[in-house]
C-alpha cells in the first residue's frame, strides 16, 4: 500500500495542510486584533468560499479530463504565490484587510481546482482492496498535520508575530515536491466542455440517495456546528486567554481525529455496520459542540472540542469512502468537485454563520444555537436519507445498486 505515489500524496497533503491550519489561526488572530470586528472572521470564510461555488463544476470536468497530478501542482504553485502576497501584507504598517480578502478569493479559487484532484487522486494509485485503510491513514496523517499546525501558529505567533508568514513559504515548496512524486495520471477523454458532461456528476448523485445523503449530511451538519472561526473571540472574551491557548484548542479537534483515525487505520476488518455508525457519531459531534458551548474551564473546553474531532473523523471516514467507493472512476472528479463544494461550503458558510451570529449575539448563545440546530438535522436526516444511515457495507456501484 506504501508506494512512492502515496508517499508524495502523503507528503503533498501535509505540507498543504499544514499552510491552511496555520493560516486559519493565524489570519484569524491578526485580523481580529487589528480591526476587532467578529464579522470580518465571517468574511474570511465568504472571500474563499465565492470562487469555490464559482468554478466547482469547470473544476471537477477538469479533474476528469486532464492530468490530475498537474493540478495538483499548479494549484500548490498558487498557493505558495497567495503565502507570499499575504506575507507582504501582513508586514505592511498598516493590514489592508481587502487586499487580504482579495489575496484569499485566489486561494479559494486555487482550491477549487485543488480539491477535486486529490480527491480522486487515491483510488488511482491505491488497490480498492487497501482503500479504506488508505482513507482512514489519509485522513489520520492530515488530521496530524491539522494538529500540529494550530500548535505551530500559536507557537510562531508569539515568536515571530506577523513575520510568521514567510516560514510558510517553505512548506509551499514541500507540497511542490511531494505532488511531483505522482505518476502522470493521464487522463484519456475526448475532453468534450458540454453541459452534458459538466453537469453528469450532478445527475449521477440525483440518482444515488446513499451518495447523495453523504454529501448533504456534511454540508448541513458541519454548517449549523462549526465553532472554529470563533474561537479567537472565544479566547480572548470567555477565557481571557492568548494566542497561545487559541493554537490550543484549534489543535484539539484535530488531535481527537488523529486518535480515533489510527484506530481504524489499525483495524484488520472494514466496518460493517457503517450507517449506524455514522449516525451515533454526528449525535456525539452534536452534543460536544453544546458542551464546549457551556465550557467556562481551558480543560472543558479541550475535552469537548477533542470529542468534537473523533466523532467527526468516524463520520469522515464512512463518508469518504462511501463517495470514492461507490463513484465510478469516469465520474469521480466531477462527483468530488460537488463534494468539495459542500465541504468548502459547510466549513466557510459555517465560518460566516458563526461569525456574523457571534457578532450578533455572542460566542456562547452561537454555539449552543450551533449544536442544536446540528443535533436536529441529524434526527432529520436520518429519516430523509435513510438508506445512508441503514448501509452495512460500503461497496462498489458494481456490486450494488440503488
Known sequence: MWS????????????????GS?????????????????????????????????????AGWAA???????????????????????????????????????????LGAGRAFFAPAIQSVLPNIVSSDHLGRAVAAISSIWNIALTVGPFLAGVLLAALDRQ??????????????????????????????ALKDIFSGVEYLMHNNVVRGALFTDLVVILCGSVMA????????????????????????????????????????????????????????????IGFAFSQNLYVACFALLVYGGSDMVSVVIRSSVVQIMTPDALRGRVSAVNSLFIASSNELGDFRSGSVTAAVGPVACAVAGGVMSLGIVLLFRSTFRPLFELQKIEPPSARQD
Open 230 to 289: 470563533i474561537l479567537p473571540v472565544f479566547v480572548k472574551d470567555v477565557l481571557h486567554e492568548g494566542p497561545e491557548t487559541l493554537g490550543l484548542l484549534r489543535a484539539m479537534p484535530a488531535v481527537g481525529a488523529t486518535l480515533i483515525g489510527l484506530t481504524m487505520v489499525r483495524r484488520k476488518r472494514a466496518i460493517e455496520r457503517n450507517g449506524p455508525l455514522l449516525f451515533w457519531s454526528l449525535i456525539i459531534f452534536s452534543f460536544s459542540i
Open 4 to 19: 512512492k505515489a502515496l508517499i508524495g500524496l502523503i507528503i503533498g497533503r501535509i505540507a498543504t495542510t499544514l499552510i
Open 164 to 193: 510568521l508568514y514567510w516560514v510558510l513559504i517553505i512548506f509551499g515548496l514541500f507540497t511542490l515536491g511531494g505532488f511531483s512524486l505522482l505518476p502522470a495520471l493521464n487522463i484519456h477523454s475526448e475532453r468534450k466542455l
Open 22 to 58: 496555520t493560516m486559519a489561526v493565524s489570519i484569524g488572530w491578526h485580523l481580529y486584533e487589528a480591526t476587532g470586528e467578529a464579522f470580518d472572521l465571517a468574511l474570511v470564510g465568504i472571500f474563499q468560499i465565492v470562487p469555490v461555488i464559482s468554478l466547482f463544476l469547470v
Open 64 to 106: 476528469d479530463n486532464f492530468s490530475r497530478k498537474s493540478i495538483l501542482l499548479i494549484s500548490a504553485g498558487l498557493q505558495l504565490l497567495v503565502v507570499l502576497a499575504v506575507a507582504l501584507l501582513m508586514n505592511q504598517p498598516e493590514l489592508n484587510k481587502w487586499a487580504l480578502f482579495c489575496s484569499l478569493s485566489v
